[in-house]
């Protein structure tokens, strides 16, 4: 076989490939459209069932607000370049908390004298909070189907982001192929 069949063999693979993840690419969009629909149709769901003023930005306090799921970029030209981790639980708040002086009770002999207006400042482990209980403890079961289908669609966004990646990769190694093919090509005919 010359290297010119074993170049478009290569070709056609990589177009097979291209092709086939594009259409992976397609299911998970349509996907991702279906889980943001039912996500905002949960909430206004919701919002119905509690009420307009206690499913709004009312609830939402900005000072406590922080990522529960990170995304992680990896290399390019990796299979998966972006990863995601959630990180509730495992990341850990400090809170302070202040005391008014020491408080030393029944001793009758104290060889030294302690001022009452000392300060200590403990750290006390807060564990990150579920957004969800923003809105109370026993919040609707479409609230939290809304909260699971945006959760389902970030991981399906990330699918897609690598998906697009993988694209990339495939057509830069096409494109590459195709100019080595170029360059056999004269060879081949004269």
Known sequence: MSELQQ????????????????????KEQEKLEEQIKDGFFNMSRARYS???KFVG??????????????????????????TA????????????VE?????KRNLV?????????EKETPTKPKAQQDPIKW??????????????????????SIAIANLKQKLLCIKSEYSELQKRKLEISPKAVH
Do not use: W
């Open 7 to 26: 170049v478009n063999k290569q070709l056609d693979a990589k177009l097979i490939s291209f092709f086939d993840i594009l259409t992976l690419l397609y």
């Open 109 to 117: 002999h104290s060889p030294k004298k302690s001022s009452p207006v």
């Open 57 to 82: 930005i009312d609830q939402i306090h900005e000072d406590k607000m922080m990522a529960l799921t990170k995304v992680e970029v990896g290399e390019v030209g990796k299979e998966d370049m972006f």
């Open 85 to 96: 981790f959630s990180n509730v639980g495992t990341e850990v708040e400090k809170e302070e």
């Open 135 to 156: 809105f109370g403890v026993l919040v609707p079961p479409s609230l939290r189907q809304c909260q699971n289908q945006f959760k389902s669609s970030l991981n399906t």
């Open 50 to 52: 509690m009420g307009v």
């Open 99 to 103: 005391t008014l002086g020491l408080r």
